[in-house]
């Protein structure tokens, strides 16, 4: 496949209200659209858009490798071996987690579009229905249960529940209410984004036995403090912001005892070979939860298609469509439901022209 142009443009999207976590406010999401064109025509879109605060890089730092990539390449051919999930090309050494994810993703859309390659020639026998959790960020208490309740009559039986407050005791009390208006009726995730020490991990874990509590994300911010946890937790304990790289993701799949991981690929990049790291913790009995960002429509594109390689029946983390007023793919997919399916006709959506160059 000869790729003939590169380009790229800005995007920047307001959220209907702003997402507090325990670590920063959202008020707006910023990115990169990158376009892919072969010689025949064909075009393919890609989303880099890394996350302050998550992300090991800038959007600007992102940008910038972008700026130089496309003034090194023009005309130059990708080789894609499908048995192995893998690409040749001799000019596509990217080192921008987001610029490879957004790369590679427009590469795989342009090679489905223009029939160079296909759903089948990935391994996929069958198309599967994936399901979501729902997320429920930081606020109080009424606004929280009725968030919840809400969730649950759209179909969502798995809430994402920021938590790491000032007060642990504010999150407990928050919990006992949960349990009490609901009880089993809802499956808890909860999300501390790392902001505990590993003293107050061990104590507040232990004052979460009891609920119904699917596992506790990133208590802590260092991993080898998540490692030691492991065994001394009443509740499971998935790891997230701790991996920072794609060969460290490679490491935990191989070596820890996590059955639990959490995976944001906008952090990651590699969309190839996340493929085939996901498709080993599948063989292993581990659990890969794919995790938004925050992307827009066009990034959680990434996401759908790479839950398809794991373990069908866990819910992943990406249902984030509703925090826009207006998305970047005009498409009839939205990720805001509870469950969905992937297709070949969501890679045909056109871009959002009019809200893309409206800034």
């Known amino acids: 496949m000869i790729i003939k142009n590169i380009k ?24 990169l659209i990158i376009r892919l064109e072969d010689s025949n025509g064909n075009i393919g879109y890609g989303e880099a858009s ?21 003034n090194q390449n023009v005309d130059f051919n990708v080789e894609f071996d499908p048995t192995t999930k893998t690409y040749k090309s001799a000019n596509t050494d990217i080192k921008s ?11 795989f859309s342009l090679m489905l579009v223009s029939g160079y390659s296909s759903l089948e020639s990935f391994g996929l026998e069958a198309i599967h229905e994936i399901k979501f959790n729902g997320l429920v960020d930081i606020t109080g208490e009424s606004n929280t249960l009725e968030r919840i309740e809400g969730l649950l009559k759209q179909g969502f039986d798995t809430i994402k529940l920021k938590i790491g407050r000032e007060n642990f005791h504010d999150d407990l009390n928050l919990l006992k209410s949960i349990d009490a208006r609901f ?27 009891g609920f119904n509590i699917e596992y506790v994300e990133q208590p802590c911010k260092k991993l080898e403090d998540l490692i030691s946890l492991l065994n001394h937790s009443p509740v499971k304990i998935a790891v997230d912001e701790s991996i920072k790289n794609i060969n460290q993701l490679n490491d935990l799949v191989n070596t820890s005892a996590f059955t639990n991981i959490v995976v944001k690929p906008m952090q990651l990049g590699n969309f190839f070979e996340l493929i085939r790291i996901i498709e080993r913790a599948k063989d292993s009995g581990k659990n890969i939860i794919l995790s938004s960002t925050f992307e827009t429509n066009l990034g959680k594109l990434v996401l759908l298609f790479l839950s398809q390689f794991g373990d069908h029946k866990i819910c992943h983390g990406f ?38 160059f409206n800034e």
């Open 8 to 31: 790229y443009i800005k995007y920047r999207l307001p959220l209907r209200q702003p997402i507090l976590t325990s670590k920063f406010k959202l008020n707006e999401r910023s990115g």
């Open 50 to 70: 890394p996350l302050d605060g998550f992300s090991n890089e800038t959007l600007d730092e992102a940008e910038n490798e972008i700026k130089s990539f496309i």
């Open 97 to 107: 987690p987001s610029f490879s994810l957004a790369f590679e993703q427009a590469l």
């Open 183 to 209: 009880g089993n009726g809802v499956n808890l995730r909860l999300d501390v984004n790392g902001k505990w020490s590993k003293e107050e991990a061990v104590e507040n874990l232990n004052g979460l036995d």
């Open 319 to 356: 249902a984030t469509d509703g925090i826009f007023e207006k998305n970047i793919l005009d498409s009839p997919f939205v990720f805001k439901s509870a469950k969905i399916t992937f297709s070949k006709k969501m890679l045909t959506g056109k871009l959002n022209l009019e809200l893309l």
